[in-house]
């Protein structure tokens, strides 16, 4: 279990990576994160999966991403956005009606 890296178009991914102690091929599994990054519970359901028998790659969250391509430092970060109407009716919602 390591953390590394996975050559992606855009960058290089950071992962976590279980492997199984059995013998290849295993079966893949994509874990990922929460809202919160990648904890110490991802990690531990990765080696859990790994413990029975499949590779897990857990992703771990990249900087954030913000509407029109700027830096984090320039404009709010998409989930910012959706932080702050997290309980809010959405569009044809009864509530509050």
């Known amino acids: 279990m390591a ?3 996975i050559p ?3 960058g290089d991914l950071p992962v976590y990576l279980a492997t199984p102690a059995s013998t290849q091929p295993w079966p893949g599994v994509v874990l990922i994160h929460d809202a919160f990054d990648m904890g110490q519970d991802a ?3 990765a080696d859990w999966l790994a413990s029975e028998g499949y590779l897990t790659t857990a992703r771990m969250r990249r900087p954030p ?3 029109g391509g700027g ?3 320039s404009s709010p970060p998409i989930c910012a956005e ?3 109407n997290a309980g809010q009716p959405g569009p044809g919602s009864s509530a509050g009606r």
């Open 8 to 10: 992606g178009g855009h």
């Open 65 to 67: 991403r913000t509407r």
């Open 82 to 84: 959706q932080m702050a």
């Open 3 to 5: 953390d590394t890296t």
């Open 71 to 73: 830096s984090p430092s």
């Open 43 to 45: 990690r531990n359901q």
